[in-house]
Protein backbone atom coordinates (compact mmCIF):
# COMPACT_ATOMS: atom_id res chain seq x y z
CA UNK A 1 0.00 0.00 0.00
CA UNK A 2 1.08 3.81 -0.36
CA UNK A 3 -0.32 6.11 1.17
CA UNK A 4 0.36 10.04 -0.36
CA UNK A 5 -0.58 13.66 -0.81
CA UNK A 6 -2.78 13.62 -4.19
CA UNK A 7 -3.56 17.31 -5.75
CA UNK A 8 -2.59 19.02 -2.36
CA UNK A 9 -6.37 18.38 -1.12
CA UNK A 10 -6.51 14.58 -0.54
CA UNK A 11 -4.88 11.68 0.69
CA UNK A 12 -4.39 8.66 -1.65
CA UNK A 13 -4.26 5.26 -0.61
CA UNK A 14 -3.29 3.14 -3.57
CA UNK A 15 -2.31 -0.32 -4.42
CA UNK A 16 -4.30 -1.33 -1.01
CA UNK A 17 -3.88 -5.41 -0.59
CA UNK A 18 -6.58 -7.25 0.65
CA UNK A 19 -5.20 -8.11 4.49
CA UNK A 20 -4.41 -3.78 4.35
CA UNK A 21 -8.07 -3.48 3.61
CA UNK A 22 -9.01 -5.73 5.71
CA UNK A 23 -7.27 -4.35 8.72
CA UNK A 24 -8.13 -0.66 7.96
CA UNK A 25 -11.97 -1.58 7.55
CA UNK A 26 -11.54 -2.60 11.00
CA UNK A 27 -10.46 0.39 12.15
CA UNK A 28 -13.97 1.80 13.16
CA UNK A 29 -14.96 -1.44 15.18
CA UNK A 30 -11.29 -1.54 16.76
CA UNK A 31 -11.64 1.78 18.43
CA UNK A 32 -14.66 0.93 20.27
CA UNK A 33 -14.30 -0.09 23.77
CA UNK A 34 -17.60 -1.92 23.84
CA UNK A 35 -18.26 -0.73 27.47
CA UNK A 36 -14.38 -2.57 28.65
CA UNK A 37 -13.42 -0.55 31.80
CA UNK A 38 -9.96 -0.60 30.73
CA UNK A 39 -10.37 0.35 27.83
CA UNK A 40 -12.74 3.09 28.71
CA UNK A 41 -10.59 4.40 31.14
CA UNK A 42 -7.47 4.79 28.58
CA UNK A 43 -9.76 6.75 26.62
CA UNK A 44 -11.62 8.84 29.13
CA UNK A 45 -8.91 9.28 31.45
CA UNK A 46 -9.09 11.48 35.21
CA UNK A 47 -7.99 14.96 34.77
CA UNK A 48 -6.10 15.11 38.00
CA UNK A 49 -3.94 12.53 39.94
CA UNK A 50 -4.95 14.89 42.78
CA UNK A 51 -8.13 14.26 43.35
CA UNK A 52 -9.20 17.58 43.67
CA UNK A 53 -12.79 17.94 44.97
CA UNK A 54 -15.44 18.36 42.52
CA UNK A 55 -13.38 18.18 39.51
CA UNK A 56 -13.57 14.88 38.21
CA UNK A 57 -17.19 14.82 38.92
CA UNK A 58 -17.94 18.32 36.77
CA UNK A 59 -15.15 16.19 34.27
CA UNK A 60 -17.23 13.05 34.34
CA UNK A 61 -20.51 14.93 33.98
CA UNK A 62 -19.41 17.56 30.91
CA UNK A 63 -16.34 16.69 28.85
CA UNK A 64 -16.43 12.98 29.25
CA UNK A 65 -19.82 12.96 26.57
CA UNK A 66 -17.68 15.86 24.73
CA UNK A 67 -15.05 13.50 24.17
CA UNK A 68 -17.24 10.54 23.63
CA UNK A 69 -19.32 12.02 21.11
CA UNK A 70 -15.37 13.33 19.19
CA UNK A 71 -14.55 9.93 19.21
CA UNK A 72 -17.41 8.62 17.66
CA UNK A 73 -17.73 10.87 15.03
CA UNK A 74 -13.83 10.42 13.94
CA UNK A 75 -14.82 6.05 13.77
CA UNK A 76 -18.12 7.82 11.58
CA UNK A 77 -16.08 9.57 9.32
CA UNK A 78 -13.09 6.92 9.00
CA UNK A 79 -16.09 4.48 8.38
CA UNK A 80 -17.96 6.58 5.79
CA UNK A 81 -14.59 7.25 3.85
CA UNK A 82 -13.20 3.10 3.92
CA UNK A 83 -16.82 2.63 2.27
CA UNK A 84 -15.98 4.51 -1.03
CA UNK A 85 -12.39 2.14 -1.27
CA UNK A 86 -12.45 0.52 -4.27
CA UNK A 87 -11.43 -2.95 -5.89
CA UNK A 88 -9.57 -3.41 -9.13
CA UNK A 89 -9.05 -6.65 -10.58
CA UNK A 90 -6.64 -8.11 -8.38
CA UNK A 91 -8.35 -7.34 -5.74
CA UNK A 92 -5.96 -4.37 -5.31
CA UNK A 93 -7.90 -1.64 -3.40
CA UNK A 94 -7.79 2.58 -4.31
CA UNK A 95 -9.30 4.94 -1.86
CA UNK A 96 -9.05 8.73 -1.87
CA UNK A 97 -10.05 10.56 1.21
CA UNK A 98 -10.04 14.59 1.85
CA UNK A 99 -7.10 16.13 3.43
CA UNK A 100 -9.25 17.74 5.90
CA UNK A 101 -10.13 14.18 7.26
CA UNK A 102 -6.63 13.25 8.38
CA UNK A 103 -7.28 14.50 11.95
CA UNK A 104 -10.35 12.17 12.34
CA UNK A 105 -8.27 9.41 10.71
CA UNK A 106 -4.98 10.07 13.17
CA UNK A 107 -7.55 10.09 15.79
CA UNK A 108 -10.16 6.72 15.12
CA UNK A 109 -6.48 4.91 14.25
CA UNK A 110 -5.84 6.02 17.71
CA UNK A 111 -8.41 4.65 19.39
CA UNK A 112 -8.02 1.83 17.65
CA UNK A 113 -4.36 1.15 18.79
CA UNK A 114 -4.87 2.33 22.43
CA UNK A 115 -8.28 -0.06 22.89
CA UNK A 116 -6.25 -3.71 21.91
CA UNK A 117 -3.01 -2.80 23.48
CA UNK A 118 -5.38 -2.21 27.18
CA UNK A 119 -7.63 -5.20 25.81
CA UNK A 120 -4.74 -7.33 25.23
CA UNK A 121 -2.27 -5.87 27.89
CA UNK A 122 0.56 -5.34 25.80
CA UNK A 123 3.34 -4.41 27.41
CA UNK A 124 6.35 -1.29 26.32
CA UNK A 125 9.01 -3.42 25.29
CA UNK A 126 5.74 -5.19 23.27
CA UNK A 127 4.53 -2.42 21.34
CA UNK A 128 7.94 -1.65 20.18
CA UNK A 129 8.95 -1.91 16.92
CA UNK A 130 11.79 -4.29 17.46
CA UNK A 131 9.29 -7.26 18.95
CA UNK A 132 9.26 -10.29 17.49
CA UNK A 133 6.35 -12.58 18.11
CA UNK A 134 7.77 -16.39 18.68
CA UNK A 135 4.35 -17.52 17.99
CA UNK A 136 1.34 -16.75 16.10
CA UNK A 137 -1.38 -16.65 18.63
CA UNK A 138 -4.90 -14.08 18.49
CA UNK A 139 -2.73 -11.79 20.39
CA UNK A 140 0.37 -11.56 18.40
CA UNK A 141 -1.55 -10.95 15.36
CA UNK A 142 -3.26 -8.01 16.97
CA UNK A 143 0.09 -6.89 17.85
CA UNK A 144 0.71 -6.72 14.16
CA UNK A 145 -2.41 -4.71 13.75
CA UNK A 146 -1.59 -2.66 16.24
CA UNK A 147 1.81 -1.94 14.76
CA UNK A 148 -0.24 -1.66 10.90
CA UNK A 149 -1.95 1.05 12.68
CA UNK A 150 0.81 3.24 13.57
CA UNK A 151 3.01 2.88 10.60
CA UNK A 152 -0.13 4.51 8.91
CA UNK A 153 -0.48 6.88 11.19
CA UNK A 154 3.34 7.78 11.04
CA UNK A 155 2.75 8.33 7.01
CA UNK A 156 -0.69 10.57 7.57
CA UNK A 157 1.83 12.47 10.02
CA UNK A 158 4.63 12.98 7.98
CA UNK A 159 1.95 13.87 4.91
CA UNK A 160 0.97 16.30 6.90
CA UNK A 161 4.09 18.28 7.96
CA UNK A 162 4.97 17.95 4.59
CA UNK A 163 2.56 20.56 3.82
CA UNK A 164 3.32 22.86 7.05
CA UNK A 165 5.64 24.94 6.69
CA UNK A 166 8.46 25.04 10.31
CA UNK A 167 7.97 26.81 12.47
CA UNK A 168 11.24 27.64 15.10
CA UNK B 1 -11.28 41.21 59.85
CA UNK B 2 -12.30 37.50 59.33
CA UNK B 3 -14.05 38.68 55.95
CA UNK B 4 -10.68 40.39 54.93
CA UNK B 5 -8.74 37.05 55.98
CA UNK B 6 -11.12 34.88 53.53
CA UNK B 7 -11.28 36.77 50.49
CA UNK B 8 -7.12 36.87 51.05
CA UNK B 9 -7.23 33.15 50.48
CA UNK B 10 -10.09 32.69 48.20
CA UNK B 11 -7.05 35.24 46.21
CA UNK B 12 -4.73 32.86 46.61
CA UNK B 13 -6.56 29.94 45.77
CA UNK B 14 -7.31 31.59 42.37
CA UNK B 15 -3.78 32.99 42.13
CA UNK B 16 -2.39 29.53 42.59
CA UNK B 17 -0.90 28.26 38.97
CA UNK B 18 -2.03 25.21 37.90
CA UNK B 19 0.47 22.62 35.30
CA UNK B 20 -0.73 20.15 32.96
CA UNK B 21 1.17 17.53 32.64
CA UNK B 22 1.46 14.93 29.90
CA UNK B 23 2.64 11.39 30.68
CA UNK B 24 4.34 8.63 28.93
CA UNK B 25 2.18 6.54 27.12
CA UNK B 26 4.06 3.36 25.19
CA UNK B 27 1.13 3.70 22.53
CA UNK B 28 1.26 7.15 21.23
CA UNK B 29 3.44 7.55 18.87
CA UNK B 30 6.50 10.04 19.25
CA UNK B 31 5.69 11.78 16.04
CA UNK B 32 2.10 12.07 17.31
CA UNK B 33 2.57 13.49 20.34
CA UNK B 34 4.97 16.49 18.83
CA UNK B 35 2.49 17.15 16.13
CA UNK B 36 -0.18 17.35 19.08
CA UNK B 37 1.66 19.50 21.11
CA UNK B 38 2.30 21.64 18.45
CA UNK B 39 -1.54 22.30 17.65
CA UNK B 40 -2.86 22.34 20.73
CA UNK B 41 -0.15 24.88 22.40
CA UNK B 42 1.28 26.17 19.52
CA UNK B 43 4.90 25.32 20.19
CA UNK B 44 7.64 25.05 17.97
CA UNK B 45 8.36 21.49 16.77
CA UNK B 46 11.65 21.85 18.30
CA UNK B 47 9.84 22.94 22.00
CA UNK B 48 7.43 20.14 21.03
CA UNK B 49 9.82 18.02 20.57
CA UNK B 50 11.72 18.67 23.75
CA UNK B 51 8.68 17.93 25.72
CA UNK B 52 7.79 14.74 23.70
CA UNK B 53 10.82 13.59 24.74
CA UNK B 54 10.80 14.53 28.16
CA UNK B 55 7.78 12.52 28.62
CA UNK B 56 9.56 9.54 26.65
CA UNK B 57 12.79 9.54 29.33
CA UNK B 58 11.30 10.73 32.70
CA UNK B 59 7.55 9.63 32.01
CA UNK B 60 5.97 13.56 32.29
CA UNK B 61 6.49 16.79 31.04
CA UNK B 62 4.80 19.58 32.27
CA UNK B 63 3.89 21.08 28.95
CA UNK B 64 2.23 24.56 30.17
CA UNK B 65 1.29 26.31 33.40
CA UNK B 66 -1.22 28.70 33.96
CA UNK B 67 -4.58 29.81 35.21
CA UNK B 68 -6.74 26.92 36.26
CA UNK B 69 -9.36 27.50 33.55
CA UNK B 70 -7.11 27.34 30.70
CA UNK B 71 -5.09 24.53 32.38
CA UNK B 72 -8.21 22.47 32.12
CA UNK B 73 -8.98 23.50 28.72
CA UNK B 74 -5.90 22.37 27.60
CA UNK B 75 -6.31 18.90 29.40
CA UNK B 76 -9.52 18.30 27.74
CA UNK B 77 -7.54 19.35 24.06
CA UNK B 78 -5.34 16.99 24.63
CA UNK B 79 -7.71 14.06 25.39
CA UNK B 80 -9.35 15.12 22.68
CA UNK B 81 -6.11 13.57 20.98
CA UNK B 82 -5.97 10.90 23.38
CA UNK B 83 -2.84 11.97 25.15
CA UNK B 84 -2.87 10.90 28.92
CA UNK B 85 -2.56 14.59 30.65
CA UNK B 86 -3.61 15.50 34.14
CA UNK B 87 -3.35 18.84 35.64
CA UNK B 88 -1.63 19.45 38.80
CA UNK B 89 -1.23 22.62 41.28
CA UNK B 90 2.38 23.84 40.64
CA UNK B 91 4.86 23.73 43.69
CA UNK B 92 6.48 26.66 45.24
Same mark, same amino acid.
Given at each position: MMIRRWKDKSIEFSRIESI????????PAAGDPEGEEKAEERLFPSPTSQGTPGMTKDWDEFVRPELRHLFLSARKLVEEDLAGMTRRPGKI???VVPLTHADSWLNALNQARLVLATK =?????AE????HTPKTFSRRDLVLLQINFYAAVQERLIEILEEGTPPKR | MPETLEETKSVTQIATPWNVVVHNDPVNLMS =??????QKVFGYSVDRARHHMLEVHHKGRSIVWTGDRETAELYVQQLHGYLLHATLERAEG
Open positions: EAELLKQVGHL =YDFTELSFN | =YVTMVL
